[in-house]
Each structure stands twice: as structure tokens, then as C-alpha cells.
């Protein structure tokens, strides 16, 4: 991180073993091996869990691959792991636009894959009970009668992960809330901002439409947990000019939901540049 070239891009080596490899159903068996082999990779997380790892501004381009490339090669392999929790959605508009075929052409791992290999990596699992945007991904909406109720967890898709103070993954879950907070179909079909695949609801990411190599040069999305509060996208480029059409409401709302969760937006937004901090609950 400090002047020496990231080797988390070897995690683009295991996602293309796991597309072109192992049966359906596979798990804590092809993953733990891989990481006993490099430990490296767990080092290199754990410094960059460091809570004031967020201070630090990683270098960008040069001949080697970025820290953020090599966690977004890292974020790759963990849409994978989290489709295993997933509701499949048949919609062609969920399938790769640049071909018509699915993002994702290996197999659907086992539940017990991510739980595994966030305890290889030195993850540990989201104690956050109380629904939050920074720490929950909403998989499904039930409408509450009560048109002022706020967002609550009614269920667990899968759990999320951090690192240190840096969020690994969000936990995937059911929220129940008033139609006065959102809608219900948009919060959980609208596009997922910053995400490569899943199986349930089209995603937008940055590394779609191009090259086989190009693909990878996409920065990960960097959130930090710090001294009470929540900082969203610390590697934003602030000086880029935000969606002139879309009030501050909306690209806030945009940056820490990841989706739209009253009127829809669409795809083609940039909340890439966009960031925040707030207080912790």
C-alpha cells in the first residue's frame, strides 16, 4: 500500500479457477487450500483493515495492479460466493449485455463457501441487527401497513463481512418498511450500483462492456468504519462533476443504498465520485 505493488490481484486467479473448475455445490475444500498457499493475500487485508488505512490514498496506474484493482479482483470472487443465497431471476435483462449470456458461467457454490472463506481471509461476520444502508443490501421489501414505518430487518440472506474497520461485503437482507420511506418494488429490483453480478436484480459496475484484461483495471468501492463514524467511498474523485439532474437527496440516497429506493434512476447514473460520512448508529 505504501509504495509496494498489490498482489491482491491473484484473486483474479481464483475467480477464473472457480468459473472454470469445480462441480456445483463446491466449498470451504477448493477455497481454503488456495489461501493456505498465500498467505500474503490475509496480510495484505488485514493492513488494509487498519482503521486509519483510510487515511492513506493508494496510487493509481503505473505497471502493476492498484490495491483497489486487486480488491475489486477479491470483490469479484465474493459475488460468487454470495449467489449461493440468492433467488435466481430468469429476467434476460440481468444476463450480459455485450454477449446475452450470463455474467457468471461457472457454478453456484455451497452456503457453507462464504462463511468458510471469510474465516480464511480473517473476516468477521456484520453484528449490525438494526437495517443501515452501509451495512445491509436489501434482497427483498415487505410494505409495512404503516405507511411511516422505518426500514426494519425481518430476515438474513447471507451475512456481511469486514475487515478490520474496511467492509468486505454487505449482509444481503429482507427489510419490512412504510411506503412513505420507500418503494417497495424499486428498492429491491432497481439496478445495484457497484456491483458485478447477481442472480436476483440487474447490477452496474464499471468493469462491464470492456476487454477481456480491461475489465479488470476497475477500482473497488472502499467504506471504512472509524472512531463512530461511517465513511462511504474514500477514494472518490470529488472534483468530477455529479448527475446535474438529480438532487443531493437523491445522489446521497444513491451512494449509501447502492440501488434507488423510491423513484427508480436507472442505470446510467455516476455515483462513482460521489462521497460521505455520517455518524455511526
Known amino acids: 500500500m505504501h509504495g509496494v505493488p498489490s498482489m491482491l490481484w491473484e484473486f483474479r486467479d481464483l475467480f477464473i479457477e472457480l468459473r472454470d473448475g469445480p462441480a456445483a455445490g463446491w466449498g470451504g475444500d477448493v477455497l481454503q487450500p488456495w489461501l493456505e498457499m498465500r498467505p500474503h493475500l490475509v496480510e495484505e487485508l488485514r493492513e488494509l483493515g487498519r482503521p486509519d488505512s483510510r487515511r492513506v490514498r493508494v496510487p493509481r496506474g503505473g505497471n502493476h ?13 465474493l459475488d460468487v460466493l454470495v449467489s449461493a443465497f440468492q433467488p435466481d431471476n430468469p429476467d434476460p435483462q440481468l444476463l450480459d449485455w455485450t454477449s446475452g449470456k450470463p455474467w457468471w458461467r461457472g457454478t453456484i457454490p455451497s452456503t457453507s463457501a462464504w462463511p468458510d472463506f471469510c ?42 463481512a469486514i475487515v478490520g474497520g474496511m467492509l468486505v461485503a454487505r449482509a444481503g437482507v429482507v427489510i419490512r418498511a412504510g411506503a412513505r420511506h420507500m418503494n417497495i418494488d424499486v428498492a429491491a429490483r432497481s439496478a445495484l450500483y457497484w456491483a458485478w453480478w447477481r442472480r436476483n436484480r440487474r447490477a452496474v459496475d464499471l ?54 429506493i423510491r423513484t427508480d434512476l436507472g442505470t446510467d447514473r455516476w455515483p462513482f465520485d460521489d462521497t460521505f460520512v455520517e455518524q455511526a448508529p
Open 65 to 77: 495492479y492498484t490495491v483497489l484493482e486487486g480488491l475489486y479482483a477479491l470483490s469479484r470472487v
Open 119 to 160: 474465516a480464511a481471509i480473517g473476516a468477521v461476520s456484520l453484528a449490525e441487527s438494526s437495517f443501515h444502508p452501509f451495512f445491509h443490501e436489501i434482497v427483498s421489501v415487505q410494505v409495512s401497513d404503516d405507511a411511516d414505518e422505518p426500514p426494519s430487518v425481518v430476515g438474513e440472506c447471507w451475512p456481511g
Open 207 to 260: 468493469s462491464h462492456g470492456w476487454g477481456h484484461n480491461s475489465q479488470w483495471a476497475t477500482d473497488f468501492r472502499r467504506d471504512y468504519v472509524d472512531e463512530g463514524q461511517l465513511h462511504y467511498n474514500i477514494d472518490a474523485d470529488p472534483s468530477r462533476q455529479p448527475d446535474s439532474d438529480l438532487s443531493d437527496a437523491d445522489r446521497i440516497d444513491l451512494l449509501r443504498y447502492r440501488c434507488s
